[in-house]
């Protein structure tokens, strides 16, 4: 899906509400204007996975740190989206796409797989990630501190907080006797995160047994292996295929009648029982400032991985009493939202 952002002509007004609704609303799809049509202006390009219904929040955060920065999309910014649309396979040609489109700078916030692409597709311009990866681990950058090359971001801390959601899932599910991680075992990221589980689980004493799923049907058979031990409960893993799919899982693990903890706020507002990380407006906000750092002329090599400095937990009511759960009064106490 190509959806591209651009100013209007002189002489017609539109308020500026209308106009983010009619971009937020997805429904220009098409063929790009030419640059002989508009003005010059830098042109960010927005690399996901996934489409701009499931990003409505998190688009609406970056607009406004834009703004903040005096970038106004349409009046001295541009925006192209490329969006796989849970099509993860193209993602390269999306990636190749916008180097030949010669953005400014690429972001790509809640995707690793598209910073990966993105990554492959160019040297030269400069790549802004929000990645719940280890992104050493993976080969995004050299090292948090010296990212090397043109790209750094964000990176969530996933695998530190890993002794946290379990601890999180204990006290909700106190009686819980089969802890189980969901991992897509194509993903390049499940190695690291099955070691980085298995022994947040070891040091708290726990056993964890590791469900794999990478397509449909085995996410169907996973959640039904997992309804046949009795008292279970469940850690989902870091994953794109999982992401697109959030509300699914989350109607899976209460018809199943499993008591589960997320890595991000939207499992939990999809449905999912609780989640617990970095603060989702305070992640976007940061990458929103090493994009306009690029933008200003700072080189992606000088600007650490940065980390986030604010964490939330997030408990949904509804789910809880459709799992039969009392959430208890400690936890309530921690929560920073409560959807009921």
Do not use: W
């Not at 209308?18 to 002989?36: K, Y």
């Not at 995160?193 to 049907?217: M, P, Q």
């Not at 209460?254 to 939207?266: C, Y």
């Amino acid at each position: 899906m190509y959806v591209t952002v651009a100013p209007s002509e002189a002489g017609v007004k539109v308020r500026r509400r209308e106009f983010i609704g009619l971009v937020g609303a997805a429904t220009l799809v098409g063929p790009t204007a030419s640059r002989a049509e508009q003005p010059l202006m830098p042109v960010i390009g927005f690399l996901h996975q996934g489409s701009l219904d499931q990003n409505v929040e998190r688009l609406a955060t970056f607009r406004k740190g834009l703004e903040r920065a005096g970038f106004v999309e349409g009046r001295n910014i541009a925006i192209e989206f490329r969006l796989a649309e849970g099509q993860f396979d193209r993602l390269p040609a999306l990636a190749a796409d916008l180097v030949q489109r010669q953005v400014a700078v690429i972001t790509t916030p809640y995707s690793t797989d598209a910073a990966l692409a993105a990554q492959a597709a160019t040297k030269a311009i400069p790549i802004v990630f929000l990645s719940s990866a280890d992104p050493v681990r993976i080969g995004l950058v050299a090292s948090l501190n010296r990212p090397g090359a043109n790209i750094t971001g964000v990176t969530t801390l996933n695998t530190e907080l890993a002794p946290k959601r379990l601890e999180l899932l204990r006290a909700m599910a106190p009686d819980a006797s089969r802890y189980f991680a969901l991992v897509n075992p194509t993903s390049d990221l499940a190695p690291g995160f099955s070691r980085d589980i298995e022994a947040a689980a070891a040091t708290l004493g726990i056993k964890i047994d590791i469900l794999r799923a990478s397509n449909d049907r085995e996410l169907e058979a996973a959640f039904t292996g997992i309804s046949k031990s009795p008292r279970g409960v469940l850690i989902s893993s870091t994953d794109a295929f999982f992401f697109v799919r959030r509300e699914r899982i989350a109607a899976l693990a209460i018809r199943h009648g499993l008591p589960a903890v997320f890595d991000a706020r939207i499992y939990a507002t999809a449905g999912g029982l609780m989640s617990y990380a970095g603060n989702d407006t305070d992640m976007m906000l940061q990458t929103v400032g090493y994009v306009v750092r690029v933008l200003r002329g700072e080189q992606p090599a000088n600007l650490p991985v940065a980390q986030p400095t604010k964490f939330a937990l997030t408990i949904n009511l509804k789910t809880a009493k459709a799992l039969g759960l009392t959430v208890p009064a400690t936890l309530l106490a921690q929560a920073d939202e409560v959807i009921e």
